[in-house]
């Protein structure tokens, strides 16, 4: 079956760092994006990792391992506004157009 | 700057009827999804789209779901004869050209309850 797994809850603290993992399991692996949701917003675009290593925009950093099939967001001097839902998105092949979303992280910021 | 927006906003429709979801992509966008989001779970792909044909449709995309661009504008989602379970926030999303480009445009939404 297909699987991508991440923490369903994280709180941090304003100014701090978080680390939010994804694992995958899904019959084809071409890349991973990551996407932010507000409490009733719509999913907007992170990042993406087609490579292993790591993608920085910003405060906002990916990372990628294909052969541990993990991935991670790591959010760096956290502000209140961060605090949103994160989800992993695979996209399962070179020729496909197909996407499919973890199960979402809420994250917390405390002041 | 361009956005994705669906139309409407929130949808109330009994059970067994028939309902359209409407969205207009980024007007230079290619490809084009639905996915839909049950009220506090993972947002699940339904459908691409792509040349004026369905690229690839997941399994919850059956005969009860279709997908249209009646136009260089809209995309249409339909949904026949529908269920409780269809109860859910639906999103439009695009992408523009480019395979190596993976940033999609999500919509607004919109929240189709069923009574």
């Known amino acids: 079956g297909q699987s991508l797994e991440q923490p369903s809850e994280v709180t941090a603290v304003e100014g701090a760092i978080v680390q939010i993992n994804c694992t995958y399991q899904?019959?084809?692996?071409?890349?991973l994006s990551w996407y932010q949701q507000h409490d009733g917003g719509a999913p907007t675009f992170l990042s993406y990792?087609?490579?292993?290593g790591l993608e920085e925009t910003g405060r906002f950093s990916s990372f990628l391992s294909r052969s541990d099939s993990y991935g991670y967001l790591l959010l760096q001097e956290l502000q209140m506004k961060d605090s949103a839902s994160y989800f992993c998105?695979?996209?399962?092949?070179?020729?496909?157009?197909?996407?499919?979303f973890g199960t979402g992280t809420r994250l917390k910021v405390l002041a | 700057e361009p956005e994705v927006t669906q139309t409407p906003s929130h949808q109330v429709t009994q059970m067994g009827q028939e309902v359209i979801l409407r969205c207009v992509p980024i007007?230079?966008?290619?490809?084009f999804y639905w996915y839909r989001q049950i009220l506090g779970q993972k947002v699940e792909f339904l459908v691409s789209?792509?040349?004026?044909?369905?690229?690839?449709k997941s399994e919850i995309f059956d005969d009860q779901f279709s997908v249209e661009r009646p136009d260089g504008s809209n995309f249409t989602l339909k949904i026949r004869s529908t269920k409780l379970e269809d109860s859910a926030m639906y999103f439009c999303?695009?992408?523009?050209?480019?395979?190596?480009?993976?940033?999609?445009?999500f919509g607004p939404g919109t929240r189709l309850t069923v009574l």
């Open positions: 999303a695009s992408r523009h050209q480019g395979f190596s480009n993976n940033e999609q445009f």
């Open positions: 899904t019959s084809g692996f071409y890349g």
């Open positions: 990792n087609a490579l292993d």
């Open positions: 998105a695979v996209r399962e092949g070179s020729g496909t157009y197909k996407y499919i």
């Open positions: 007007s230079n966008h290619l490809y």
């Open positions: 789209f792509y040349n004026n044909e369905i690229s690839e």
